[in-house]
Each structure stands twice: as structure tokens, then as C-alpha cells.
Nanobody, 124 residues
Framework: QVQLVESGGGSVQAGGSLRLSCAAS?????MGWFRQAPGKEREGVAA????????YYPGAVEGRFIISQDNAKNTVHLRMNSLTPEDTAMYYC????????????????????WGPGTQVTVSS
């Protein structure tokens, strides 16, 4: 089991930017960022294959959100630009432990451990 801790959430005005960070306590194969707004399902907004650096985004955020990693620190970051009120949600950082089975990077069901989340609020 890997412990994950998110940081960097907060309140920002529409059009602004935020950078979230997530520190993992152990080895992972994928790390992702998911969000969940009240009354909505959890959705993946970015993922990265930590060994190879491959990145994954859904169409809704591609071009605005950028995931990156700091291998030396077992940390991933999510840079969010051009934020809108629709981006308001609790943001979670999960990981996939090393495995041989195929992983769907933006599927919450494939992730093993989850951080407690960090709130992002975008005001108009």
C-alpha cells in the first residue's frame, strides 16, 4: 500500500491557475488526478505512467491541464490553467501499484490507493 498526500488546492477566480502536488510513499506504475464535484461522479482529469512518462487526458481538460512528475521525490503535479467554475471539485490523487495487467489510466476502478483529496474552488 502506498500513502498519498495532495496539496496545493485553494480558491481562485475564473481564468486563473493552480498547481496541485501529490507525494507518494512508495513505488507506483501510474499516478492520476481525479475530481469529484457534489452530485457528480468521480472523473479522471490526468494520469501519467510513472516509468515511461506517458500522459493521458480526457478531452474536457486537454490543453488546460498538465501533469508532470518529479521522479526523485515520487511526486506528481497537476498544473491547471484557464480554470472555470466547472472545474470546482475535490481533487484526488490515486496510484496504481506495479502489476502485469493492463491499466486504463483514466478509470478510477483501476487505481489502488487514494489520497484524502484537496479542494479546488473557482469563482466567476
Amino acid at each position: 500500500q502506498v500513502q498519498l498526500v495532495e496539496s496545493g488546492g485553494g480558491s481562485v477566480q475564473a481564468g486563473g491557475s493552480l498547481r496541485l502536488s501529490c507525494a507518494a510513499s512508495g513505488v507506483t506504475s501510474y499516478m492520476g488526478w481525479f475530481r469529484q464535484a457534489p452530485g457528480k461522479e468521480r472523473e479522471g482529469v490526468a494520469a501519467i505512467y510513472t516509468a515511461g512518462g506517458d500522459k493521458y487526458y480526457p478531452g474536457a481538460v486537454e490543453g488546460r491541464f498538465i501533469i508532470s512528475q518529479d521522479n526523485a521525490k515520487n511526486t506528481v503535479h497537476l498544473r491547471m490553467n484557464s480554470l472555470t467554475p466547472e472545474d470546482t471539485a475535490m481533487y484526488y490523487c490515486p496510484d496504481v501499484l506495479p502489476r502485469v495487467h493492463r491499466v486504463i489510466p483514466l478509470s478510477a476502478n483501476d487505481y489502488d490507493d487514494w489520497g484524502p483529496g484537496t479542494q479546488v474552488t473557482v469563482s466567476s
